[in-house]
């Protein structure tokens, strides 16, 4: 897909100096420019790169004044940051506009596709599901019965969908991800052997939520597993059943959270942290990378470690773990120095 100089500055209302018929097809650092791309400087350090680019058209500054010639085509804005960004937010729109339905797919004669719809190859949509308007479904998703998905959400390639399953507008939720399997429920008989405890709850996605890739996401035991308006999950992040989490909150990759823990609002949550079942984390909580929670933890903390505390305790204690060793050898000396004392006085 190629563009234009002029249809670039037309878009963020930006002036052109240079040749307005220049065109682009791809994006590009300005270290790195090629012909036929696009690039941007709004970092003065990288100012000399603009000299020796072989980008075709650059977003600057307004502001920015050339020390010497430039070969690119340059649209000058106010931001060329927020410029660039908006360009981005455009391209892929425009990239990922795809409408229609392709061959071969399944939709059960009992389901509710809305408009502008696009189906992509061996997708499977099960009875009596609800699509909103301008859902994307891409390629080798498997929607199951009684699923509903609300307006302008993108359902990336592989996703699976369990039955039952609702998910709310402008939602993203990309490749590999699972909601709605079973969760880990099992029970032991009087022979010890483990069976499993029927999962007949649902999964529960409001509006405004992003699901990286190959994450999981559990079918609540009874009730809902339940992700609120505007979280923004990474990629391999596992929610068990019955949890739920809080508007706002992001949680970084890695992170495993066990059954019916709550986690609040607007809750920052680093990689790789272990969350333990059954416990309430409150609202505002930022929890920092690879702590394991084992209690439940106050709104407004920072928290880091395994189990995890308030981090300037953590910090503090670091230091004295750090030079442990030092610390044992001068008890170890203080104590031999106090039994010869004592033996002294005796």
Known sequence: MKFKAQQIADILEGDIVGNSEAEVYKLSKIEEGEEGSLTFLSNPKYNSYLY???????????????EK???????????????????????????????????????????????????????????????????????????????????????????????????????????????????FGFAPDEKGVYKAIPQIGNVVIEDNVDIGAASTIDRATLGA????????LD???????????????????????????????????????????????GNNVKVLAQAGISRSIKDNLMINGTPAFDVKDFNKSYVYFKKLPKIVSKIDQLEKELKAQTKQNE
């Not at 020796?52 to 050339?66: E, G, H, L, M």
């Not at 039955?163 to 993203?172: A, D, F, L, R, W």
């Not at 597993?225 to 923004?232: D, F």
Request: hydrophobic share 35%; with cysteine; proline share 2%.
């Open 52 to 66: 020796t680019t072989k980008a075709s058209v650059a977003i600057v500054n307004k502001s920015f004044v050339p």
């Open 69 to 183: 010639e430039v070969e690119a085509t340059l649209i000058k804005v106010e931001n060329a940051y927020e410029s660039f960004s908006k360009l981005l937010e455009f391209y892929n729109e425009v990239k990922n506009n795809k409408q229609g339905r392709e061959q071969p797919h399944f939709i059960a004669p009992s389901s509710n596709i809305g408009e502008n719809e696009y189906i992509g190859a061996f997708v499977y949509i099960g009875e009596n599901v609800v699509l909103g308007n301008n859902v994307k479904i891409y390629p080798n998703s498997y929607i199951g019965d009684n699923v509903v998905i609300g307006d302008n959400t993108v359902v990336f390639a592989g996703v699976k969908i369990y039955s039952e399953t609702q998910i709310g507008k402008n939602c993203k939720i990309h490749a590999g991800t699972v909601i709605g399997a079973d969760g």
């Open 225 to 232: 597993t339940i992700i609120r308006k505007g979280v923004k």
């Open 235 to 281: 990629n391999q992040i596992q929610i068990a059943h019955n949890v739920e989490i809080g508007k706002n909150t992001v949680i970084a990759s890695q992170t495993g959270i066990a059954g019916s823990t709550k986690i609040g609002e607007n809750c920052m949550i680093g990689g790789q942290v272990g969350i333990a079942g059954h416990l309430k984390v």
